[in-house]
């Protein structure tokens, strides 16, 4: 005689992004959930890093935006002290939209100064190069040049 499966049949979750998920969303939501608590422990809240490494490099987009909404929400959620006796009213929740924004901006301006510095480099590098057009130095320049643009 045939028994039916005690467990229920499985259902996947529709929250589970993959690989895609980031390692630190429960932390995360966790914070965002505790934002405007009052804290008891001031500390990382979640697995110390000791435990593995995160799914993304410190550079990553959504590292940089759960990092820069976290740090906003600490900062709204732990004003610093003012000199203003007036009543304060009540703060706004993070945006993610205005975070990741805001973010946008700060990395378009490093990359356009980043940009402007290497343009100037290498117009004076091809100004100094005009002057090697034969021989061993025009070689070396254009070794140069290559493994420059290759680094």
């Known amino acids: 005689m045939a028994s039916a499966p005690s467990c229920p049949p499985i259902v996947p979750d ?5 690989i895609h998920t980031p390692a630190n969303l429960n932390r ?4 965002a ?17 000791a ?10 987009p959504l590292n940089a935006i759960s990092t820069a909404a976290a ?5 709204l959620a732990h004003p610093a002290p003012s000199a203003d006796p007036a009543p304060t009213t009540e703060q706004q929740p993070v945006s993610l939209i205005e975070t990741a924004t805001k973010l946008a901006r700060d990395r378009a301006e490093e990359y356009n100064a980043k940009l402007k ?15 090697f057009t034969t021989g061993p130095e025009r070689e070396f320049a254009q070794r140069f040049a290559d493994s420059f643009l290759d680094s």
């Open 28 to 31: 995360g939501a966790r914070t």
């Open 14 to 18: 529709p929250f589970d992004l993959g």
């Open 51 to 60: 435990f593995g490494r995160t799914a993304q490099t410190p550079s990553s």
């Open 33 to 49: 959930l505790l934002q405007n608590s009052p804290a008891v422990v001031n500390g990382p809240v979640g697995v110390p890093p």
């Open 71 to 75: 740090t906003e929400g600490a900062q």
């Open 117 to 131: 510095v290497f343009q100037a480099f290498c117009a004076k590098f091809e100004e100094a190069a005009k002057q």
